[in-house]
């Protein structure tokens, strides 16, 4: 199982690099060890997805900001039909020196932030199983407690969303009619982003829509901000 994790995440940054938007010289081979993860887990009283464990312990970068083509009506999963439009997503940096401390210090900002009494004020049991891994438009968290996923139905996707200046999390729909904690749901889960935002999952359809509408076509070196070294 986890050699296929490891294989899927391998072709997913050899994607980015075939695809034109990342070059091999932004990515160093991570230091990440199973040990620091299993640290970073017992710490936050998490056990991580496997295919988000052998993200980090795959490549080490500082890039953040990427973009990808994505339904304009809604991430249903596998279509590919209606509008597309470039999305930009930042990802927390693994950089270097120190890959997990930016995962470390958004874990923490984030359950602060949830327990706030003057915030979003909630017990850390009903946020703790929640990874924050970006921004996209808000808070781009992984849902741990969500492990039956369904491509076809949205209320059980991994990949949710909160608001940043958003701590009404009732008042937003952020918390279910049982007082569950869901964000706003946006993926099925992490593959599905890798396979948008590094596999390019719908570049080919957004280019037919270019063509179509007689537009340019898309330079993908744009797709990401770049920095001249990874440390």
């Given at each position: ?14 994607s980015l ?8 010289d932004?990515?160093?081979?991570s ?7 299993d640290?970073f887990?017992?710490h936050?009283?998490?056990?991580l ?19 990808a083509?994505v ?18 997503l ?13 995962l ?7 359950r602060?932030?949830?327990t706030?009494?003057?915030l979003?004020?909630l ?28 491509e076809?139905?949205?209320a ?15 008042g937003?729909?952020?918390i ?6 869901t964000?706003?749901r ?12 590094f596999?390019?999952?719908y ?5 037919k ?6 537009e ?14 990874v440390?």
């Amino acid at each position: 199982m986890i050699q296929t994790e490891e294989k899927f995440v391998k072709k997913a940054f050899q994607s980015l690099i075939r695809r034109g938007v990342a070059s091999a010289d932004m990515l160093i081979p991570s230091t990440v060890t199973d040990e620091e993860l299993d640290a970073f887990e017992g710490h936050f009283d998490i056990r991580l997805p496997l295919l988000f464990r052998a993200y980090l312990k795959a490549y080490c970068y500082d890039f953040t900001v990427i973009s990808a083509p994505v339904p304009l009506d809604g991430m249903e999963c596998g279509r590919t039909e209606g509008e597309k439009g470039l999305c930009w997503l930042e990802l927390t940096a693994l950089p270097y020196g120190n890959p997990l401390k930016n995962l470390y210090a958004s874990m923490e900002s984030f359950r602060k932030i949830c327990t706030n009494r003057n915030l979003v004020n909630l017990k850390l049991d009903r946020v703790k199983n929640f990874v924050p891994i970006g921004e996209w438009d808000g808070l781009l968290c992984i849902d741990l407690s969500q492990t039956d996923i369904r491509e076809e139905n949205p209320a059980t996707w991994q990949i949710c969303r909160f608001g940043e200046t958003v701590f009404d999390w009732k008042g937003a729909g952020y918390i279910d009619d049982r007082g569950v904690v869901t964000g706003e749901r946006l993926l099925p889960d992490f593959k599905t982003l890798l396979e948008i935002y590094f596999c390019g999952k719908y570049d080919k359809a957004y280019e037919k829509q270019l063509r179509a509408n007689g537009e340019e076509m898309p330079d993908y070196g744009f797709y990401i901000y770049r920095k001249d070294k990874v440390g």
